[in-house]
């Protein structure tokens, strides 16, 4: 049997030309297998990603939408609680529109999770807390100052500018 030239790889010539793997210490042998899994799902994105601009990257947000109005129930719950001392008709009316649209909100994430990003979940859940809060600040302020009202149209302070005579 004739042996041709592949055969026999112990009695290479040049063993410099041998494709050895190099010795590695210890410490690569521990990072490389993590840095390497680290980015592995990014560097086989081959779609090309318009938010980033850079096919290698993941989409920002993950692809996922915020809820609408999030902000804006956000900040209404935040007024709400500002504006009840303007006689509490500001922060009731606020609080209830805010209350409207986080249950809007609320029904749109339960229907499909996925498709919504938690902070904007987050911004709705707050601010529907903060319209509660708001609400009940501002009914206390309206029973105060028809408190107020009903005390000092019936006389009850008296007559406090009179004379002592």
């Known amino acids: 049997m004739e042996k041709n030239r ?7 010539e040049n063993p410099e030309e041998k494709n050895i793997p190099e010795e590695k210490n210890e410490f690569e042998n521990k990072v490389e297998p993590v840095v390497k899994n680290q980015f592995d799902d990014f560097n086989s994105n081959s779609n090309n990603n318009s ?15 915020t809820l609408p109005n999030s902000i804006g129930i956000l900040v209404m719950g935040i007024l709400s609680i500002v504006l009840c001392w303007c006689y509490g008709i500001p922060g009731i009316a606020l609080g209830i529109i805010s209350l409207v649209m986080s249950k809007k909100a609320f029904e749109l994430y339960e229907s499909s999770p996925g498709k919504y990003t938690e902070a904007s979940f987050k911004n709705v859940k707050t601010g529907k ?11 206390l302020y309206i ?23």
């Open 143 to 165: 029973i105060y100052v028809i408190a107020m009202f009903v005390i000092a149209g019936s006389g009850g302070f008296g007559n406090s500018f009179g004379s002592y005579y």
């Open 129 to 139: 807390i903060l319209a509660f809060v708001g609400l009940g600040v501002s009914a």
């Open 6 to 12: 592949f055969d026999d790889f112990e009695h290479d």
């Open 51 to 65: 938010n980033t601009g850079n096919r290698n990257m993941p989409p920002i947000g993950g692809g996922m939408e």
